[in-house]
Nanobody, 129 residues
Framework: QVQLVESGGGLVQAGGSLRLSCVPS????????MGWFRQAPGKEREFVAAHSYSDGSTYYADSVKGRFTISRDNGKNYTVYLQMNNLKPDDTAVYYCAANFEIVTGKESLFVASWYDYWGQGTQVTVSS
C-alpha cells in the first residue's frame, strides 16, 4: 500500500522559512513524479510546485516562484522537500504532497490535482503577520 507522509509544517512569522518533507513508502519510488498542493480555508486546492520524474524538471505556481524550491533526495528513500522562504500570510494553508507513477506526457498534467494517484495527509502551515 502506497503511503506519503508529510512533516515540517508549523507556525512562522512573515519572512520566515519552513521546510516540508514528504516520505513515500509502499513500493519502489524511484520512478514517480511529485507535486505539492495547498488548500486554505474556504478555497480550492491549488498547485504549488512539482517535480517531473520524466525529465527532472521542476515547476512552480507564480505566487511562490522565487521563494519556494522543490527537491528530491534519492539517497533518503526518495524523500521530496519543499523549501519555503520569505513566507507570507497568504501562504497559510494545509500543504499536501501527491505522487503519480505515470510518464509525464505533458507538463500541464503536473499542475492538476486529479492527475495524482496518491496523497499524503497534509501538514498545516500558518504564517503570522
Amino acid at each position: 500500500q502506497v503511503q506519503l507522509v508529510e512533516s515540517g509544517g508549523g507556525l512562522v512569522q512573515a519572512g520566515g522559512s519552513l521546510r516540508l518533507s514528504c516520505v513515500p513508502s509502499g513500493r519502489t519510488f524511484s520512478h514517480y513524479s511529485m507535486g505539492w498542493f495547498r488548500q486554505a480555508p474556504g478555497k480550492e486546492r491549488e498547485f504549488v510546485a512539482a517535480h517531473s520524474y520524466s525529465d527532472g524538471s521542476t515547476y512552480y505556481a507564480d505566487s511562490v516562484k522565487g521563494r519556494f524550491t522543490i527537491s528530491r533526495d534519492n539517497g533518503k528513500n526518495y524523500t521530496v522537500y519543499l523549501q519555503m522562504n520569505n513566507l507570507k500570510p497568504d501562504d497559510t494553508a494545509v500543504y499536501y504532497c501527491a505522487a503519480n507513477f505515470e510518464i509525464v506526457t505533458g507538463k500541464e498534467s503536473l499542475f492538476v490535482a486529479s492527475w495524482y494517484d496518491y496523497w499524503g495527509q497534509g501538514t498545516q502551515v500558518t504564517v503570522s503577520s
